[in-house]
């Protein structure tokens, strides 16, 4: 009988390839798994992307990728992941997604199917059915631990290597711990790679601080290596005028200027030839910064490889221009990361705002002058407070934090300091600390919870004691980043929390997407004092707002609506004692 139809011949062989499998220790990681494993029922191969085989092959335990979408970098690391658990006994991987839906979309579509089709993954387990989940699968005595990037996944797993994928979307405080997994490992491999998404963060970060490799060309017409970019140098599009940047193209310059869009191509920069991107005899992997030895960095974009040509590039871009999200192509499409000052304040312009306050000294508190108050409660309570008759010049003149316990002495000591006429404190999540401050300050720093679009909504209670407020979340933050990015707003009076105060401020992002409202959007674990500082503005604007809305308070409450000093002068020259009286009667008995 033919073998084909032997089936006691099959599972021997079929045994045999899985114990046997090719192997050998200078059978490199790309040759192992283009001769042991299939992609699509053909052999694994990376001649479409030759990029890969060095990637593939690198044995530096630390390394970060910086890449356009579908480039194939999460596939050959997976493979890898899998290739490392098969060729070592007793080992530990951890292969980390943002959240549960990638691990489970990812467990489900690539990774149990690419276990399941490979015998060589298969390994005797002694006879027992090895383990196969969408968090954990077995290969042999190895197991990789799928996880959605949870806190406990971090802390709680022992690990050999840990691979992050898309480093941008995890949260990077929880993506940190993941290095401290590798402690007791004789590997400690760790491999980082993500679709960039800002500037100085996540992978574009990582990137930064490395080696930075680039998989370079060479010029078969003037034998000049580069790594071409999508630029007018690296460009040639037939009848494009001078322009800075192919970002300006769009439908109407396409037409205007009769565009050879569909005979562009990726030229050199010195002598103009046509590059050819498809062969791997005229690329390398160059090192930017080889004295560095800490960290592997490889950048690819889409000339990284012929497969994405010139024209395809422009109609994509014209398509996201269309949908107002240029930020996407820049990520995905080109893989460089975005920054602007509207979307995330710039240091330059914070350190403007430091320059105009008097630095590390607190000023002696002027009694002579309003003050506000803003709170981002947490375990280390962050606070500022600021001199302001309008949200035109606000001034910060303390920038402190204290431990939660301690937070009522502060706020004690504040009040007897300064004259704070009004002050907001984040609500959640401990909400009864917040009505503790609210109590103690007989309302006039009221708890804030971000909720609904409306700009400022007050909440009382049934004899209409105002209890809380409501704020528009995105609003709020908004005011934080115009009064720092037009320089209206001093910051002095930080003593040793400069760097924090920065750090701060520049770690949020205005995340605008298609069709959806923008939302400031966490970037790292610390923003407290971005969020402060939003409080006590938002305490500015809600006296201003409460100004415009009833006539009968302007006499009243007119110092921070229309900047009534002489009102102001006229009452603190009384020496106003009771300010909690004026406050709930003038300002919250509306």
Known sequence: MPMAYN?????LYSMMERRYAPDSEDMTTTQWLERNTLLKGRPFTVSRYPYQRYMLDDDHRNTVVIKPSQTGISEIYQRGAMAFLTRNRNVKLIYAYPNDDMRKHNSQTRVNPMVETNPVFNLDTGGEKPVRSISLIQIGSSFMYMTGGKTGDATSIDADAVYLDELDLHDQAIAGLFSSRLQNSDHKIKKSFSTPTYTEFGVDAMFNISDQHYFDVRCDSCNHWQFPV???EYVHIPNLPDI????????????????????SYVCCARCRAPLDLGREDNRAWVAKWPSRKGLRGFKINPFSTST??????????IEYKSKDFIRGFKNSVLGEAEDSSTARMSEADIRICMSSGT???VKPPRKDIYAWVGIDIGHTCHVVVGYAYTLNKPEIVRATTAPLEKLMETIKEIDEQYVVVGGMVDRHPESQVAANVRDLTHGRILPCEYRGTKEINLVKAVDGTVLHCQADRTTLLDEVSKAVRLHRLSISGYGPHQSELISHLRNMVRVEEPETPAVWKKLDVADHFFHAIGFMLSAIKLRKLQDMSSPNQQTAIGIAGAGNTEFAEGLLG?????????????YLGF
């Open 7 to 11: 089936r006691y011949l099959k599972d």
């Open 359 to 361: 630095g590390h000294e």
């Open 308 to 317: 994405r040509p010139v024209k395809d590039l422009i109609q994509e871009l």
């Open 244 to 263: 800075e940047s192919l970002m300006e193209i769009d439908q109407v310059l396409i037409d205007s200027y009769n565009l050879g869009i569909e005979e």
């Open 230 to 232: 999508f630029t007018p």
């Open 574 to 586: 009384k020496k106003i004692k009771d300010r909690n009286s004026l406050w709930n009667q003038n």
